[in-house]
């Protein structure tokens, strides 16, 4: 999807679609455990992705 795409979804349906295909990302979340910090990987494989982000009204 082109950025000229995706700037007229996000004006017309008040949010952004963005779609992939063959989607192989790492992705780390700091977590506090108590007094421990540590961090979790989230590994994302897909063949086709759809990402909506819309604002709430």
């Known amino acids: 999807m082109k950025i000229a795409e ?3 979804s996000a004006i017309l349906k008040k949010g952004i ?3 992939a295909r ?3 990302t790492n ?3 700091p977590v506090n455990i108590g ?3 540590s961090n979790v990987v989230v590994n994302i494989k897909c063949e086709h992705m759809t ?3 819309e604002k709430e009204e």
């Open 17 to 19: 679609l963005y779609e």
């Open 51 to 53: 990402l909506r982000i």
């Open 35 to 37: 007094n421990k910090e």
């Open 6 to 8: 995706m700037a007229l």
């Open 22 to 24: 063959n989607v192989d």
């Open 27 to 29: 992705i780390e979340i």
